[in-house]
């Protein structure tokens, strides 16, 4: 059975990482399988962990009391799965919900933060990795909003 | 140039399928038997809507079909407000086929994207079924196809059947409502979730020009050779024989230079705002 280290070192999120990283951070992290339906993280919860989805898919989620859930994003193979657990105040603010059976790895933000911060090159290159994941979600979501099919 | 060229021939409608709120696809023969016809896939017809005027509209039909044109057309205006609102048995004028068409006959062992956006699967449809009756000729296929909501998504049945001839169908929403299980999403973020990988593999893409800008680029950044990757621009045209000058989008005529055109070509005048 391949470790973490080695399942993320062949992943494009981490790829370029230099092995040393890739086993350090793979030391925060562990597989894990959602079945459909089951929640990663709850709305207002302690930010603690983030996700990299190996198979299946992750629906993003708002609900408001008496109104229909709402689901504006999907992420699926290959995608990164929550931030919060890197920035103030460490509290998720959406809902993360497998809709199919979805296997990830779970890293531990906690322990991976601790390492960033004793060391800065990892922090450095964790910290442009994830910039990257937001500012393509950033770029998506704009996209999402300008109704782009609706200006043909 | 023959006068013919710009004289509508008469096509009866056949059958009329509503594929959403707006969006109608008619089968036409024509009226008299004796003209003939062929088209290649990416190819349109100047559709005259007698009494209110003409406009383009890609052919969303089988190429190989004989005896009969297929068109699907959104209404969004006066023109395309009277063709949707045509009944079997109502004649229309037809002009062409015009225009460039999708080089897949000219892609064959390669992996094939097909990347749509709303209406933008009509012009399309005839590359899957080329690919679907030559399957064996392409390796992997993948189909992504993106619209507004899941009412708005063209072929629904359709788009299921395809997935028995060995080909990826992957379809995204911009705004789910309940009930929708799939993808959520611009259609851009399907392209990390097919099953082709860019590099290597040759892409058609149809939809409006800032979804035909963001999937060029997030194909090329992923490693698709920019001169694979081709694109079908709709720009308001007039003669559709390269004429009256109106689709003139830098050096090129849409109507007779394109519609289909590889990315490198259009990228340098997609990026103006004036154009
Ligand atoms: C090569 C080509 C292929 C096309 N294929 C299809 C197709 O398969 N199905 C389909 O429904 N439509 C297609 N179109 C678009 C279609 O030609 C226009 O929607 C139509 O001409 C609008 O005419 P109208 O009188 O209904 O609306 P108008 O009142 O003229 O216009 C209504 C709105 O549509 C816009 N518009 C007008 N003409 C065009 C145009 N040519 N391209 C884009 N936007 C336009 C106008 O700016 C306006 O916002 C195609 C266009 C081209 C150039």
Redesign the interface.
């Known amino acids: 059975m391949k470790d973490i280290g080695h399942i993320i070192s062949e992943h494009a999120f981490f790829s370029d990482l230099p092995e040393r990283y890739c086993k350090l951070i793979g030391g925060c992290g562990k597989a894990e399988v959602f079945e459909p339906g089951q929640f990663l993280f709850k709305t207002g919860n302690k930010a603690t962990q983030f996700f990299l989805v190996r198979h299946g898919q992750v629906a993003l989620e708002l609900h408001a009391p008496g109104k229909d859930v709402f689901r504006f994003q999907t992420i699926g193979h290959g995608g990164i799965v929550g931030w919060s657990w890197l920035f103030p105040p460490f509290t998720y603010m959406f809902d993360a919900r497998a809709i199919e059976q979805t296997r990830v790895v779970t890293f531990d933000g906690l322990c991976l933060r601790g390492k960033c911060e004793e060391d800065h090159e990892l922090g450095y290159r964790v910290i442009k990795r994830f910039a990257n994941v937001m500012s393509r979600r950033l770029v998506e979501t704009r996209l999402q909003l300008i109704d782009v099919y609706g200006r043909e | 140039m023959s006068t013919e060229l710009l004289m509508p021939q008469p096509w009866v409608v056949q059958k009329t399928e509503r594929e959403n709120e707006d969006v109608v696809t008619l089968t036409l023969a024509p009226e008299s038997s004796d003209h003939g016809f062929s088209f290649l896939p990416g190819q349109f017809n100047m559709l005259y809507a007698f009494g209110v005027g003409e406009s383009a509209i890609s052919i969303s039909g089988d190429a190989t079909t004989n005896g009969s044109m297929v068109h699907t057309i ?1 209404d ?1 205006g006066a023109v395309t407000h009277a063709l949707s609102a045509a009944h079997v048995g109502d004649v229309i004028g037809i002009r062409g086929p015009y225009g460039s068409e999708w080089p897949i006959a000219s892609h064959t062992g390669r992996d094939i994207l097909v990347v749509a ?4 699967l009509a012009p399309l449809r005839p590359v899957v079924y080329h690919i679907i009756e030559n399957r064996h000729k392409y390796k992997d296929v993948a189909v992504l196809y ?3 909501e899941p009412k ?1 998504l063209l072929f629904r049945a359709e788009l299921e059947s395809w997935k028995d001839h060995n080909i990826q169908v992957e379809a ?1 929403v ?1 705004n ?1 409502t ?1 009930g ?7 259609v ?2 399907l392209i ?2 097919a099953k082709v990988e860019p590099r290597g593999a040759a892409a058609f893409v149809c ?2 020009e ?2 035909m800008r ?1 999937t060029a680029s997030e194909l090329t950044g992923r490693g698709m050779n920019p001169d694979d990757v081709f694109i079908s621009m ?1 720009r308001n045209m007039k003669c559709a024989v390269g004429l009256c000058g109106r689709c003139q989008l830098g050096p090129e005529f849409i109507c007779k230079d394109g519609p289909v055109f590889p990315w490198p070509r259009m990228s340098p005048v997609m990026t103006i705002r004036e154009l």
Not at chain 2, 117 to 120: H, L, Q, R, V
């Open positions: 959104r969004v956006g709303g209406i933008g993106g619209s507004r708005d995204t911009d789910a309940p929708w299980t799939r993808h959520i999403g611009v851009t973020t990390r979730r939809g409006p800032i979804m963001f709709e």
